[in-house]
Every structure is written in C-alpha cells, then in structure tokens.
C-alpha cells in the first residue's frame, strides 16, 4: 500500500512539470478616434428614475480623439509546446479631456479582462 501512494505522488509531480504560468507586465500609450458615440440622460429622485433620454449622435459633445497609458499584466499556461491559454487584465487611464463642455472633465478609463488562444512557434 505504501508503494501505490508513492507512485501516485510522483505522477501529480510529473503533471506539473508540464505546466508552466508565465507572469508578464506592460505598459504603453494608446491612441484612439471616437467614430460615434450615444448619450443617455437620466433623472433620479429618491432613487426613483424619473425620467430617461437616449439620443443617438453626440458627436459634438466629444472631441474625435483620445490618448492615454495601458498597463497589462498577463499569464500564459502553456499546455502544449505548440499551445498556451492567456489570460490578461488590461487597464488604461486616457490622459486627455474628451467632452467639449465646461460642466465637468471628462476622460477614458477602462478596466477589461481578456482570454484567448496562443499559437506558439
């Protein structure tokens, strides 16, 4: 019996052997060029909506374009030598003002996480 549980322990050693998470890190700038944007206006009193506008082009509210800083931290879990998985938090803080207005500063802030597929070489 003690022989069984030795070799099981050294088959689950072996399995991770094969599997290797790969931490990287990023950062860069953006660029980006509004093509259409849409508005919505809601009113809430007491935490009760009152009233709900969505209109369809506010183009000239915003200007066309946008810059910024992307931070990236990744993983890739390779499962073959010709296959990974990669996961990947994005994060990116856009550094200029976009609303043409006067009533606050506006700018791009997005937070996303992706997954995919790597082909490696």
Same mark, same amino acid.
């Given at each position: 019996?003690?022989?069984?549980? /030795?070799v099981?322990?050294?088959? #689950? +050693? &072996? /399995?991770?052997?094969?599997?290797?998470?790969?931490?990287?890190?990023g950062?860069?700038?953006?660029?980006?060029?509004?093509?259409?944007?849409?508005?919505?206006?809601? #009113?809430?009193?007491? &935490?009760?909506?009152?009233?709900?506008?969505?209109? !369809?082009?506010? $183009?000239?509210?915003?200007?066309?374009? &946008?810059?910024?800083?992307?931070?990236?931290?990744?993983?890739?879990?390779?499962?073959?030598?010709?296959? =990974?998985?990669?996961?990947?938090?994005?994060? !990116?803080?856009?550094?200029?003002?976009? $609303?043409?207005?006067? #009533?606050? &500063?506006?700018?791009? $802030? =997005?937070?996303?996480? +992706? !997954?995919?597929?790597?082909? /490696?070489?």
């Amino acid at each position: 019996m003690q022989h069984n549980r /030795l070799v099981r322990r050294i088959q #689950i +050693v &072996d /399995l991770f052997k094969f599997v290797r998470i790969p931490i990287y890190f990023g950062v860069g700038p953006y660029g980006s060029y509004l093509t259409k944007s849409q508005g919505v206006v809601e #009113i809430y009193y007491l &935490d009760k909506l009152l009233f709900k506008k969505t209109s !369809a082009q506010h $183009n000239d509210s915003y200007v066309n374009y &946008d810059y910024g800083i992307n931070a990236v931290v990744g993983w890739n879990v390779t499962l073959t030598p010709k296959l =990974a998985i990669t996961v990947e938090a994005r994060c !990116a803080r856009g550094l200029k003002r976009i $609303n043409k207005t006067n #009533i606050s &500063d506006l700018t791009n $802030n =997005a937070f996303g996480v +992706v !997954a995919g597929i790597s082909l /490696l070489r």
